[in-house]
């Protein structure tokens, strides 16, 4: 079973190597998204925003790889100040409320850039059965 690996183009993927999703077969996995847009990070010191934009740069992403939304089954949000967990996990819930993957939110000391205030990864099965 061959490996797709598709890239955003961002400059930091060949630095780090790593691709923005990777499928194999029926599932895919999403590295972890920030709220990054043309090479800056948008709205900042709004967490709830900056979630809404990592997830739809992760349903672009999914979307170039021929899932969907519905496909995704598991979502991991890194979170700078835990005590904001409320603002992030609304906005997660306005995206996957109906679709309910397992999650896990954890606060991290630092992420790239100290503007960024959430990076969320995401794993997805294609036909996964609503």
């Known amino acids: 079973m061959s490996v797709i690996r598709i890239g955003s183009g961002a400059p930091w993927e060949a630095v780090v190597g790593y691709s923005r999703v990777v499928v194999r077969g029926e599932a895919a996995w999403v590295s972890g998204t920030t709220a990054v847009v043309d090479g800056a990070v948008v709205h900042p010191g709004d967490a709830a925003a900056q979630t809404r934009q990592c997830l739809a740069t992760i349903e672009q992403s999914l979307e170039r790889a021929g899932f ?20 992030v996990g609304r906005a997660h819930g306005e995206v996957f409320g109906d679709i309910r993957p397992a999650t896990t939110m ?14 969320i990864e995401a794993d997805a099965v294609r036909g996964v059965p609503a």
Do not use: K, Y
């Open 68 to 87: 969907t939304l519905n496909d995704v089954v598991r979502t991991r949000m890194f979170v700078t100040d835990i005590s904001r967990w409320e603002e």
């Open 106 to 119: 954890v606060q991290v000391a630092a992420l790239i850039d100290p503007a960024m205030l959430v990076e």
